[in-house]
């Protein structure tokens, strides 16, 4: 199937769990704030180019943080890390203001098991900036309630840093705000060792955090969004998903590979995205590096490439038939339900 273009499918209310009188301050603020903080890069007085840089650099390494740690390690765990590692991602992906990883996971897996139906917690189908950042600022019951981390987010809090993440709600603010003094102080210390008058290396240090931490987040959060709004609304479609979902190259570029989107959610357990030779997945790409390197072990192939391995294992495993049934049924769910009851 190849459909271009958005689709023309009925409008639909926003999730009864969300009352239109209480606003989401825990998310509104924040987002207030950094965007407010993030829109002074525009001020001259703040211009530099290690700034800009720093920005560029930081929207791929804490983009990466979302989408290879939050999204394709920690939602599907489509691929393997050690625990430092895998800490290390999530404590990058804390200084993007993205939530906690058993939230982020929570509604992620919440979203692959209801895309685009009425306890979609961000679906386009309400409005487009509903689904880009609209339903981050009112309160949804269902995605705040403790049904919902206990049915989608188990294995998540089972991890000791990640419960205490939630036992300790300020603590993602700590160190998110707590990245501003290690970029300042760097950025500060060069330029004072370097020679630079202390209110101009006091001026360039405010430039970096402006640059390399707030207008950042912004466009961090952007990108993400971009994958919830633009990739459920425009594009085309390699697979009948029974949902929204679509390729769009330009959220693909952005993202690292996330626009091809209907690629995962027809295959959400993989950690590849890259259906057809042009929808090039750099994450993935990085990830195989990562592995090239000794960092990953095991990468979760596409389902076709699953389904060949499970004929394989099932033909070596002729001599005992218990073994060959318990191996190929998992995979002969996932291949009869591609999408909506698949979480990882
Ligand atoms: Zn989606
Ligand atoms: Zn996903």
């Not at 703040?46 to 929207?59: D, E, K, M, P, Y």
């Not at 895309?115 to 019951?141: I, K, T």
């Not at 919902?148 to 709600?169: G, K, M, Q």
């Not at 994450?283 to 095991?298: D, F, P, S």
Request: glycine content about 6%; hydrophobic content about 45%.
């Amino acid at each position: 199937m190849n459909i271009s273009q958005a689709s023309s499918v009925a409008p639909m209310m926003r999730p009864s769990a969300t009352i239109p009188t209480e606003v989401f301050l825990r998310y509104l603020l924040p987002v207030i704030v950094v965007h407010g903080l993030g829109m002074l890069v525009v001020l001259p007085i703040f211009f530099s180019w290690t700034g800009v840089i720093v920005c560029l650099v930081g929207v791929h390494i804490f983009g990466q943080a979302i989408t290879m740690g939050y999204h394709r390690l920690l939602a599907h765990r489509s691929f393997e890390v050690p625990r430092w590692f895998e800490w290390t991602l999530t404590t990058l992906a804390l200084c993007c203001l993205q939530d906690t990883p058993a939230r982020w996971v929570a509604t992620h897996r919440k979203h692959h098991v209801h895309s685009d139906e009425h306890d979609d917690p961000h679906s386009p189908l309400v409005a487009f900036l509903w689904s880009h950042m609209g339903w981050l600022f009112l309160r949804n019951h269902d995605l705040t309630h403790v049904s919902n981390y206990s049915r989608f987010a188990r294995d998540i809090l089972e991890d000791p840093f990640y419960f205490w993440l939630e036992r300790h709600p300020v603590a993602p603010l700590v160190i998110y705000f707590g990245q501003t003094i290690v970029y300042f102080g760097l950025a500060f210390g060069i330029a004072a060792l370097a020679g630079t008058p202390l209110t101009e290396a006091a001026l360039f240090g405010t430039s970096v955090v402006l640059f390399g931490v707030f207008a950042r987040t912004v466009l961090v959060w952007h990108i993400t969004w971009s994958v919830n709004s633009l990739t459920h609304m425009f594009g085309y479609s390699n697979h009948d998903t029974g949902e929204q979902s679509r390729n769009n190259w330009f959220v693909a570029l952005v993202a690292a590979g996330e626009g091809w989107h209907n690629n995962h959610h027809h295959d959400p357990s993989a950690c590849t995205v890259q259906h057809k030779w042009w929808e090039f997945d750099l994450t993935y790409w990085e990830v195989r590096g990562l592995q090239a390197i000794g960092i990953v072990g095991k990468i979760t192939p596409l389902r076709t490439e699953r389904i060949r391995m499970a004929a394989r294992g099932k033909a070596r495993d002729t001599s005992n038939p218990a073994r060959a049934v318990e191996v190929s049924q998992p995979l002969l769910d996932s291949s009869q339900s591609p999408h909506k009851s698949q979480l990882s």
